[in-house]
């Protein structure tokens, strides 16, 4: 636990020498909702286990994994401010959101091949709807806050809200059928849940090309300034009067 709260100290401490009192604060804060959003899909599991619900709890993996892409990209932005350091970061945030997504795609196939019926109790129903609401406000509030941000790693932390949310939809919409004691076709859900998880995927494939297009550009900046520099230099060490000698 020492280590944990040293390494949490070490990492708040780099982000306030990197990063001025505002994104300082919005990192914080960023760090302490991807906390929060592993306790949700925690909340999840937990609530899809006591109700014999595998969507519940996939759903609840799904959480976790895109925590996980978010931890990614605050560990690069904590690591250093320079872009391109934070490159192999997004890299990576953009693979692991890929990953779960079509993970989650396949389980959402399965399930349109063999539909199973999960009836929520009122409780747990309702745990369940003010669970993932309150994730979605989450990742609202982080598509919002990131919106004007340029720096590679804030702007995956926006895309990963971004999908997050949209595969929250369909647990929520799930709980509040069963909460209204409306009768489910169960391969909606599967059907809903493959259409949003390709979505995230392609969010996902989108931060690894974007990311790819940014360093070729870069590479392709400092090749060009290198190539100035040294024709600048050929011309300085040219004497008109001697011919160069």
């Given at each position: 636990?020492?280590i944990?709260?040293?390494?949490?100290?070490?990492?708040?401490?780099r982000?306030?020498?990197?990063?001025?009192?505002?994104?300082?604060?919005s990192?914080?804060i960023?760090?302490?909702?991807?906390?929060?959003?592993?306790?949700?899909?925690l909340?999840?599991?937990?609530?899809?286990a006591?109700?014999?619900s595998?969507?519940?709890?996939?759903?609840g993996?799904?959480?976790?994994?895109?925590?996980?892409?978010?931890y990614?990209a605050?560990?690069?932005t904590?690591r250093?401010?320079?872009r391109k350091?934070?490159?192999?970061?997004?890299?990576?945030?953009?693979?692991?959101?890929?990953?779960?997504?079509?993970?989650?795609?396949?389980?959402s196939?399965w399930?349109?091949?063999?539909?199973?019926t999960v009836?929520?109790?009122?409780i747990?129903?309702?745990?369940?709807?003010t669970?993932?609401?309150?994730?979605?406000?989450?990742?609202?509030?982080?598509?919002?806050?990131?919106?004007?941000?340029?720096?590679p790693?804030?702007?995956?932390?926006?895309?990963i809200?971004?999908?997050?949310?949209l595969?929250?939809?369909?647990?929520?919409?799930?709980?509040?059928?069963?909460?209204?004691?409306?009768?489910?076709d169960?391969?909606?859900?599967?059907?809903?849940?493959?259409?949003?998880?390709?979505?995230a995927?392609?969010l996902?494939?989108?931060?690894?090309?974007?990311?790819n297009?940014?360093?070729?550009e870069?590479?392709?900046?400092?090749?060009?300034?290198?190539?100035?520099?040294?024709?600048?230099?050929?011309?300085?060490?040219?004497?008109?009067?001697?011919?160069?000698?």
């Amino acid at each position: 636990m020492r280590i944990l709260y040293q390494w949490i100290g070490d990492g708040s401490q780099r982000i306030r020498e990197n990063y001025n009192a505002s994104d300082s604060r919005s990192l914080h804060i960023t760090g302490a909702a991807g906390a929060f959003c592993m306790l949700l899909g925690l909340g999840k599991i937990i609530s899809g286990a006591l109700s014999l619900s595998v969507f519940a709890c996939m759903n609840g993996c799904y959480t976790l994994g895109m925590t996980a892409a978010r931890y990614c990209a605050l560990a690069g932005t904590v690591r250093s401010k320079e872009r391109k350091n934070q490159y192999f970061y997004y890299r990576l945030a953009g693979a692991v959101m890929v990953a779960a997504s079509l993970l989650y795609v396949a389980y959402s196939l399965w399930t349109i091949r063999h539909p199973k019926t999960v009836n929520y109790g009122k409780i747990t129903a309702i745990t369940i709807a003010t669970i993932t609401f309150t994730e979605i406000g989450v990742n609202v509030w982080g598509v919002i806050k990131y919106r004007k941000y340029h720096s590679p790693l804030l702007h995956a932390l926006k895309i990963i809200s971004l999908g997050t949310s949209l595969i929250s939809l369909v647990l929520t919409q799930s709980a509040i059928l069963a909460f209204a004691d409306e009768a489910q076709d169960p391969s909606v859900n599967g059907f809903l849940g493959t259409v949003t998880g390709i979505c995230a995927a392609l969010l996902g494939v989108y931060m690894i090309r974007r990311i790819n297009r940014i360093e070729a550009e870069d590479l392709h900046r400092e090749d060009s300034y290198k190539e100035n520099t040294y024709n600048m230099k050929g011309d300085d060490l040219y004497d008109s009067h001697t011919g160069g000698r």
